[in-house]
C-alpha cells in the first residue's frame, strides 16, 4: 500500500525575523493543511530549507510536526544527505520522531555511480522500518539514477516503496513504470506535471502548490482518480500560471513570499536564499491575483 495518495505537501519551514524556526507558525500552516484537504506532510525537504538547518533543528521540526499532526495524514521526513552515515542518523532519529516515511534525496556533489546510489540507498532503509521514497532531481543534485536502479531498488528492498520524479524526463519515467510492474509508486515533484504522472500510474504529488493552495492541488489528484480527467486536465491547466511563479525563482523563495503576500506571515528565508527580486515579486502576485488566491 502506497504512503499516500493525492497531494502531500512540500511544506516550508517558518522562520522568526532572526532566523529561528517559528514553531507558533508552524502549528498553525500544520492545522490549515489538513483542514484544507492535504494528503500528505513532507517536512524538511527542500522546500523546508533543511539544507540551513542543523540536525538538531531538523530533527525538532519532525519531531514537532508529528506531534501536531497525531497521524491524521502521514507525515513523511526528508531525511538525505550526501553522506550515507548523516542519511542514515537523520533516518533513524525521524522514525523515532514518529514519521510515517522518508523522503531520501540522490547524494549531491559526491556524484555517486548507479552501484553506489544503490548501495546508499539500501544502507538507510536497512537502518529503518518506516517506508522510504527516493527523491530524484537531478537538477539540484547533479546525479541522475537510471530507471533500472530506482527499480532495483523496489523490487530488491521491501521498505524502498517508491519515487519522488523531478527530473522532467518522460521518456525515464515511462521506463521506470514499465520496468517495475507496479513495485514502484511514483510521486510527481513537479506541479506543472501532475496529470502526465498520474497518467503514467503516479500515486500522486508532492507539491509547492499546496503551500498556497491545498484543495486545488488536492483536487487535481482527487478528480483524475475519480475518472474526471477532463476536470483534473482543467484544474492543472489553470494552475500553470501561478506554478510557473512560484517557480520563477528557485524554490522556495517565491513561495514564501506568496505566503507572505498573502498574510501568512511565514518570515524571511536562510541565507544563501534571499528574498525575491521586485519584478519577480510583481509577476508572483499577479499570478496568484489571476487564480484567486490574492
Known sequence: MAIFEGAGVALITPFHPNGDVNYEKLEELLEEQVAGGTDAIITCGTTGESSTMSHEEHLDVVRFTCGVVKQRVPVIAGTGSNSTREAIYLSTQAQEAGADGLLVVTPYYNKATQNGLAAHYKA?????????????????????????TMVKLCREVDNIVGVKEASGNFSAIAEAMNLSDGCLDLYSGNDDQIVPVLSLGGKGVISVLSNVAPRQAHDICESYFRGDVTKSCRLQLEAVPLINALFCEVNPIPVKAAMNLMGK?????????????????????????????L
Open 124 to 148: 538507510i532503509a536497512d537502518s529503518v522500518k518506516i517506508p522510504v521514497l527516493l527523491y530524484h532531481i537531478p537538477g539540484r543534485t547533479g546525479v541522475t539514477m537510471k530507471p533500472e
Open 265 to 293: 506571515q511565514v518570515g524571511p528565508l536562510r541565507m544563501p536564499l534571499t528574498q525575491m527580486e521586485p519584478q519577480n515579486q510583481e509577476r508572483l502576485a499577479k499570478a496568484m491575483r489571476g487564480y484567486g488566491i
